[in-house]
């Protein structure tokens, strides 16, 4: 039986511990948070990450610096992300493909995509377009694939580099549609789109950054990949809608990660934070006009996301060839 001496200590004690313990609740962000992104400024990546950023900086309560660190297809931030101390302070942001894609494009990578991570959040949707030059006269994509085969070897497509989404949607589609064209890797979206624009390459996967070309006129938008039609191309419409539901593995998406060990709450928070900016009216403007979709999935669900990409595209890229460099 606990006397009123006991109990008087005992609400002494439970109003001094409760503060502590909220505190130390609450005591997350202690210092700036670094969100960094595996490409150099400029790009939908790095327009999302801004975004985040300026939206996480105020309900944080701290400041979300950007930096970014291009190179290796993501590898050299993924690396330098995962070896920092797993306190929520250091954050990744980056393409799927860096973690789906890498593991079978280099021969060794310096992270693990699932070991070396804790998945926060999936800000985004990749919704690729396949867009050909006007040239080839082809409206549709029965039309297109008609061209390919009254000339087979001799299209000829671009894409982002070897192993990327773009070269792999050209994969896919050639074995969808049973026509052959040759693949031409850039370094980067930008000198394909060039190369495109003046009639050097044929068409190509674009991550609709080709857009404003394609309102112009001077590039045509043949079918999105999916699920869902993009908001800026509302008249394109997916290879779903068009018996090609295959195409949709080349999709793509944007994920925040921490490094593995990050603890459940901050990781939680995070979570519910980026979400909740996402669903902004102006984040869903600006996200749309990028050609993206928003998205939203739980650190559990991306996780498994991750994990059965990484299953779903080994055979994809064998079939495409790639030699790990």
């Known amino acids: 039986m606990t006397t009123p001496a006991l109990s008087i200590v005992l609400v002494v004690v439970a109003s001094a511990v409760m503060p502590l313990w909220a505190s130390a609740q609450q005591a997350y962000p202690s210092k700036p948070v670094t969100l960094v992104v595996t490409v150099a400024a400029g790009g939908s990546i790095d327009a999302v990450a801004r975004l985040l950023a300026q939206g996480l900086g105020t309900t944080l309560g701290q400041p979300v610096l950007v930096v970014n660190r291009a190179g290796a297809g993501g590898n050299i931030a993924a690396e330098s992300v995962a070896s920092a101390p797993p306190d929520g302070h250091t954050l990744l942001i980056t393409s799927s493909s860096t973690l789906t894609l890498n593991p079978f494009v280099y021969k060794s990578l310096p992270f693990d995509p699932e070991k070396s991570f804790t998945p926060i959040a999936m800000p985004a949707r990749l919704n690729m377009i396949l867009v050909v030059h006007p040239k080839l006269g082809a409206s549709t994509v029965q039309e297109f694939v008609s061209v390919l085969e009254a000339q087979p070897d001799k299209l000829n497509y671009g894409s982002s580099g070897s192993g990327t989404l773009p070269h792999l ?29 003046a009639g050097h390459i044929e068409f190509m996967f674009d991550s609709a950054t080709t857009i404003q070309h394609i309102r112009a006129g001077k590039l045509k938008a043949l079918a999105v990949i999916g699920p869902k039609r993009l908001a800026p191309l509302p008249g394109v419409s997916t290879f779903r809608e068009l018996g090609m539901p295959e195409m949709e593995s080349a999709s793509g998406w944007y994920g925040v990660l921490a490094p593995a060990g990050t603890s459940t709450e901050i990781v939680q928070r995070l979570n519910r934070e980026i979400g909740r900016i996402m669903r902004q009216p102006e984040s869903i403007e600006r996200v749309a006009a990028m050609g993206l979709e928003n998205a939203s999935a739980t650190p559990e669900e991306v996780a498994s996301i991750l994990s059965s990409e990484l299953r779903r595209f080994a055979p994809i890229v064998k079939q495409a060839g790639v030699t790990p460099q």
């Open 169 to 197: 949607a050209g994969v896919l589609f050639a074995s969808q549609t049973r026509t052959r064209s040759n693949h031409v890797p850039y370094k980067g979206v930008a000198p394909a789109n060039i190369d495109l624009l």
